[in-house]
């Protein structure tokens, strides 16, 4: 049953995200409008179950991610207005901050492992996009930060000790208190 609602999600999301391309220039731009749009009209089919978990997040940005690929555009330029369309989203249909951070980045992580393409340059670009996404809807950017970095180093442990340190390293060099952040997780 759940497997089956998200798969129907991501694929539901990728042709949502194609639709909303189609005949667009500017698709970095477009994207960040597109992706929330797919987000609150597919939270809101979906209802208050889908709403609460970390799957729906990771659901809507690796089916956005499908859509941006099939239309032929570059994933590492569109993979931070990807995760701020989808976190915004996901707020403005009454999801949570936390969950929709934690699986709109991981996801991103893992989407770039398997497309190969460069996990530390993803993680920085989905930090970035969920950063912003908080900025905009008036959350806390500090927590908002705390929790994308941690979420970018988890996926990352999934995949290997090798982009564990790409990923830390890479967010150590982009991301404004990244170097704190992990410095105190590793106390804990």
Known sequence: MIFSLISRLVNGVKEGVKAGLKGVSDIGTAIVGVARD???TTLKET???????????ASIVKGAISGVTEVGASVVGTIRGIVMGTVGGFLEAGGKQKPAIRGAVAQ????????????GDVAVEA??????????VGGDVVEA?????????????????ETVEAVKSSLEESIEGAKDIIEAAKKE
Not at 127 to 136: D, F, L, N
Not at 145 to 161: C, F, L, Q
Request: charged share 25%.
């Open 38 to 40: 797919v987000t609150v």
């Open 47 to 57: 209802g208050e179950f889908v709403t609460k978990g970390v799957d729906a997040a």
């Open 108 to 119: 991103a992580v893992y989407s770039a492992k398997e497309l190969g393409l460069d996990i």
């Open 127 to 136: 930090v970035k996009g969920s950063v912003e996404a908080i900025k905009i």
């Open 145 to 161: 930060t705390k929790e994308a970095v941690s979420a970018a180093i988890e996926a990352a442990k999934n995949i290997g000790e």
